[in-house]
């Protein structure tokens, strides 16, 4: 169990950050660090991409953790639900979502996105490759989870 880097957050670290930052890219040893699922967004958001950028290099699944499932260039946002014993099945539910500030259609999807007790709920399962798939549907092929991440995404030219 590791906890979040961030000062006085006592949530357990899901997302392990590699922040590589000049001048020190590879070498600098201190350069992964865990975070939970808000501060690890936050950090990314904080980073100068001049200076440096945070690559994700492990999440944990966590009950509460986001997840976004796409079909095709349309993406979805989910909330995990539930994980199975052996952490190799988790049950999404479907998240509302609302535009938020500076919204626009065409140029700016940005949304808000809160839990729905009522949601729609789907299995995924992870598999051999490393990715969740969606439970009955094939590896190649299947619908694919994201973890650590909401997303409500419309392709404008359809
Ligand atoms: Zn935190």
Redesign the pocket.
């Known amino acids: 169990m590791h906890t979040?880097s961030?000062t006085d957050?006592k949530?357990p670290?899901v997302i392990k950050l590699e922040i590589l930052q000049k001048p020190l890219w590879e070498k600098d040893e201190d350069r992964f660090k865990w975070?939970?699922e808000?501060?690890a967004e936050q950090t990314e958001a904080g980073l100068d991409k001049a200076e440096g950028y945070a690559k994700r290099v492990e999440i944990i699944p966590a009950v509460g953790m986001g997840a976004t499932a796409g079909y095709g260039s349309d993406s979805y946002p989910y909330t995990v639900i539930k994980i199975s014993a052996n952490g190799k099945t988790l049950v999404v539910q479907a998240d509302n979502h609302k535009p938020a500030p500076g919204f626009d259609y065409y140029s700016n999807q940005v949304y808000t996105y809160t839990p729905n007790p009522e949601g729609e709920t789907k299995t995924f399962t992870l598999r051999d490759n490393g990715r969740w798939v969606l439970k009955g549907e094939s590896k190649k092929g299947g619908l694919r989870l994201g973890l650590g991440h909401r997303r409500y995404y419309q392709d404008p030219s359809f």
Request: with cysteine.
């Open positions: 979040c961030h957050c949530l670290g975070f939970c808000a501060h």
